[in-house]
């Protein structure tokens, strides 16, 4: 048994525990980093970055089928899935290539192999343990599914449903949150029979309630089925398709049973509950600072409750190692990490959803700001909306968009809340002609009384 010491032990080499050892490594620490698969985690190889490389094929798809209603004279042949995955696969290759040469360059010392946690300072990896002053545990997440239904055969986990060597004629989509909506809009544009069944009263439950609504008006028109507030009873497969059957008695026939349920967090055997960490339904228990009960360790990312999101994990990983070399970086605001759901259209907000709003302020005041007065998004043929929620005479406290691209808006919205700004501080700020980020522009000129192309 040989032992190695460092600074700072790292489990875990996915969203979290690699910008941890990066930022911990230009911090002038020494850090090992120990990972049992692929350098890059579940969001470059099984998550975000695959997932995105298939929208956009789909979005291509779409283009390609609507041409005409721009005076394009295109059609559809096909969508060759083979050449899908490898357009995708070479994404994640190129991707998964220049990380690794950033732990080079970080000299960041990389054990491949699976870790368990010996205790509060030591991770032990084939036999050999590796001491650190810190751990930073950063183990991840899995597909859960629900009691009774096993996943195998035709009843596929999103890792599964990301390298299908076919495109289905007809999928049912157990989830409407981000995993299940994404797919939904892939499978649609490459011409599937689409059915998302949700058993809470919305699809994208966690989003304010005027997006779920206006996510489900499009989703009606793109064709794509839903059944909301409806339980799941029980799924049968057979050679030729899956029959799924929900508790009001409909029974959904396909070929191909998508479980988008939610994930778990990857922290069983690990020797976490051994070495006397405190766990929460499977999470690992932090305070705000991302200690855990344990002195010296810490937890990053999807084990942590709350948003399982790969930007959440880079700037969780990013405040441990600050605040490990002394620099005490200031807590992270879980209600100012922006969320993007990338279906067609796509969903993104930042801040208070306006019901929250309410509860945690005396007034709250929103604007919603309708695509159709927007040029660009005219010009895209979109509609959607901008919704600002702010505190009356106070700051913006959340942002809603609906839309073709309104993700890339949010980058926008995330820095007004952040910084706390009013409406009339964002009013004089000059968006250019035409783009889609005049919408935020318009919904803060409404809100601090001055609205431009607003009608009524
Ligand atoms: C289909 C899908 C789409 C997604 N899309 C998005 C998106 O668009 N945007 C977004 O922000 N987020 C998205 N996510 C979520 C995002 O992928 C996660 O939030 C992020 O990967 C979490 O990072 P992490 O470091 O906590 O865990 P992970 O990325 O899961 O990394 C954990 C790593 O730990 C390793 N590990 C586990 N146990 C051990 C052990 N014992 N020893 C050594 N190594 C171990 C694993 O192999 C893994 O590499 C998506 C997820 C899925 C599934």
Known sequence: MTDTSADLVILGGGSGGYACAFRAAELGLSVVLIEKDKL????LHRGCIPTKALLHSAEVADAARDGEQV???ASLEGIDIDGVNSYKDNIVKRLHKG???????????????????????????DGTRYTGSKVV??????SKTLPGLELGGRIIASEEALNLDFVPNKVVVLGGGVIGVEFASVWRSFGAEVHVVEALPHLVPNEDEYLSKQLERAFRKRGI???????FT????????????????????????????????????????????????GFVRTDERLRTNLDGVYAVGDIVPGLQLAHRGFQ????????????????IDEAGIPRVTYCQPEVASVGLTESAAK??????????????????????????????????????????????????????????????????????????????????????????????????
């Open 234 to 281: 029980g799924a049968e497969q057979s050679d030729s398709g899956v029959t799924v059957s929900l508790e009001n008695g409909e029974q959904l026939d396909a070929d191909l049973l998508l479980v988008a349920v939610g994930r778990g967090a990857n922290t069983a055997a690990l020797g976490y509950e051994e070495a006397g960490l405190t766990m929460e339904r």
């Open 137 to 142: 545990l950063a183990t991840g997440s899995y």
């Open 99 to 125: 990380l690794q040469g950033l732990v080079k360059a970080h000299q960041v010392t990389y054990v491949e192999g699976a870790g368990t946690l010996v205790d509060s300072k030591t991770v032990e990896v």
């Open 225 to 231: 089925k839903f059944s909301t507030g409806v339980k």
């Open 71 to 73: 005076g394009v004279k």
């Open 359 to 456: 509860e945690q302020y005396d007034q709250v005041e929103t604007f919603t700001y309708d695509l159709a007065g927007n040029g660009k998004s005219q010009i895209l043929k979109t509609a959607g909306a901008v919704k600002v929620v702010r505190a009356t005479d106070g700051p913006v406290l959340g942002m809603h968009l609906i839309g073709e691209r309104v993700g890339e808006l949010i980058g926008e919205g995330q820095l007004i809340y952040n910084w706390e700004a009013l409406p009339e501080d964002v009013a004089p700020l000059i968006h250019a002609h035409p783009t889609q980020t005049e919408a935020l522009g318009e919904a803060h000129l409404a809100l601090a009384g001055k609205p431009l192309h607003v009608h009524g």
């Open 316 to 331: 969780q990983g990013i405040f441990i190692a600050e605040d490990i070399a002394g620099l005490n970086p200031p807590v």
């Open 40 to 43: 890059g985690g579940t969001c």
